[in-house]
Nanobody, 122 residues
Framework: QVQLVESGGGLVQAGGSLRLSCAAS????????MGWYRQAPGKQRELVAI???????HYADSVTGRFTIFGDNAKNRVYLQMNSLKPEDTAVYYC????????????????WGQGTQVFVSS
């Protein structure tokens, strides 16, 4: 099993910055995809940013130019730097990691963290 713990959320004024962190532990042999998602009240969970092991990065249009995803595979961590925050960025942010627990790729994992609340005041 792979466990994820997010941190770094909080209350910030519009225009401010936050850095979210996600620490992974457990049976991790490889991390193929690191992602951040968010869910605002009354809305469905949506993709914020994805980083693949091959270096491909994708951002939601709403955060492009303001958010940056980066990872540290050696430490099994993924980060989301959020700048120029807006009230509409208010949500619970979730970390997601996909990969394998073994070198022969017979044990995949798709793990989620418990979420960290981000609140942006106007």
């Amino acid at each position: 099993q792979v466990q994820l713990v997010e941190s770094g959320g909080g209350l910030v004024q519009a225009g401010g910055s936050l850095r979210l962190s996600c620490a992974a532990s457990g049976n991790i042999f490889s991390i193929n995809v690191m992602g951040w998602y968010r869910q605002a009240p009354g809305k469905q969970r949506e993709l914020v940013a994805i980083l693949t092991s091959g270096g491909s990065i994708h951002y939601a249009d709403s955060v492009t130019g303001r958010f940056t995803i980066f990872g540290d595979n050696a430490k099994n961590r993924v980060y989301l730097q959020m700048n120029s925050l807006k009230p509409e960025d208010t949500a619970v942010y979730y970390c997601n990691l996909k990969g394998y627990s073994d070198r022969y790729q017979t044990s995949p994992y798709d793990s989620w963290g418990q979420g960290t609340q981000v609140f942006v005041s106007s």
